[in-house]
């Protein structure tokens, strides 16, 4: 199985500053097709999971433009450019190359 | 609007069954791949199953295999999970997620909708 790793586990933010967050895979997720399968979710108190990005550096729909990823095929990294009290929450990322897909443990992120 | 509501979550003993319901709807359910994720308490994410769109194919996580059996029930637009021989592990939050596709890609690059989940509880 693909093991996820992110750091940090917890993430005390101010608002209005930068934040981000690492996710490491235990082996590539690059596609046939060129795209890498990095997902990333954010999940707040009592919610569903919810997509961010998805192949590694898309925006899914709705989602604000201050969210961004890039990386490699190993590697993600969620930025947020300047953070906002409703982005505290549990990041997660996960991979979406293979089942059984696999999640990482998650970012608790929360306002300092 | 597109929507996904789990039901069939409670309390059982270690031992017992039960069966999840998924009913979608706001979307063509039977050109979706569908799956199952798990929350137990206070801990992260576990994707549990995968059924095709056309229910032939269906992938297990091993934590669940021969134990779980994912369905569907295209007519009424519905997914299933059904668990048998529950333990205590299995305790958690259940939801249902479709699969998400990107234009011009084959095959599913994650998963975009998800339901609030069901809760299910096994103790004695």
């Known amino acids: 199985d693909i093991v996820m790793t992110q750091s940090p586990l917890s993430l005390p933010v101010t608002p209005g500053e930068p934040a981000s967050i690492s996710c490491r895979s235990s082996q590539s997720l690059l596609h046939s097709n060129g795209y890498n399968y990095f997902n990333w979710y954010l999940q707040k108190p009592g919610q569903p999971p919810h997509l961010l990005i998805y192949?590694?550096?898309k925006r899914a729909s709705g989602v604000p433009d201050r969210f961004s990823a890039s990386g490699s095929d190993t590697d993600s990294t969620l930025k947020i450019s300047t953070v906002e009290a409703e982005d505290v929450g549990v990041y997660y990322c996960m991979q979406a190359l293979q089942t059984p897909y696999t999640f990482g443990l998650g970012t608790k992120v929360e306002i300092k | 609007e597109v929507q996904l509501v789990e039901s069939g979550g409670g309390s059982v003993q270690p031992g017992g069954s039960l069966r999840l319901s998924c009913a979608m709807s706001?979307?063509?359910?039977?050109?979706?791949?569908m799956n199952w994720v798990r929350q137990a308490p206070g801990k992260g994410l576990e994707w549990v199953s995968y059924?095709?769109?056309?229910?032939?194919?269906?992938y297990y996580a091993d934590s669940v295999k021969g134990r779980f059996t994912i369905a569907r029930d295209d007519a009424k637009n519905s997914l299933f999970l059904q668990m048998n021989s529950l333990r205590a592990e299995d305790t958690a939050v259940y939801y249902c997620?479709?699969?998400?596709?990107?234009?011009?890609?084959?095959?599913?690059?994650?998963?975009?909708?998800w339901g609030q989940g069901t809760t299910v509880t096994v103790s004695s």
């Open positions: 997620a479709r699969t998400m596709y990107a234009w011009g890609l084959l095959g599913g690059v994650g998963m975009d909708v």
């Open positions: 192949l590694s550096s």
């Open positions: 059924i095709s769109s056309n229910g032939i194919t269906r």
């Open positions: 706001g979307f063509t359910f039977n050109s979706f791949e």
